[in-house]
Nanobody, 120 residues
């Protein structure tokens, strides 16, 4: 059993900052990429940022220069530092991990989602 638990969402004014965290735990053999998606009301889920086990990163164009993804491999945790937040960043943010469990089965696991609301 593998679980991803997110924290750090909330309400912030435009221009403010939030930091999301996501910790993976359970029967983990190895973790490859980790990252964040988001889904706003009435919209499709979209990739926000991703990071490989080696530290290579990928960002959506809409967040480049404002968001920073990082990870602590020793803690199986991924972070998303969000600065200069805009109302259009309002969404439920989902953490994911490309994880191989102790049974050597590799698949994507998802967190439960955390709400980020940016007021204008």
């Amino acid at each position: 059993q593998v679980q991803l638990v997110e924290s750090g969402g909330g309400l912030v004014q435009a221009g403010g900052s939030l930091r999301l965290s996501c910790a993976a735990s359970g029967s983990i053999f190895s973790i490859n990429a980790m990252g964040w998606y988001r889904q706003a009301p009435g919209k499709q889920r979209e990739l926000v940022a991703a990071i490989t086990s080696g530290g290579s990163t990928n960002y959506a164009d809409s967040v480049k220069g404002r968001f920073t993804i990082s990870r602590d491999n020793a803690k199986n945790t991924v972070y998303l530092q969000m600065n200069s937040l805009k109302p259009e960043d309002t969404a439920v943010y989902y953490c994911y991990g490309d994880i191989m469990n102790n049974g050597y089965i590799r698949r994507d696991y998802w967190g439960q989602g955390t709400q980020v609301t940016v007021s204008s």
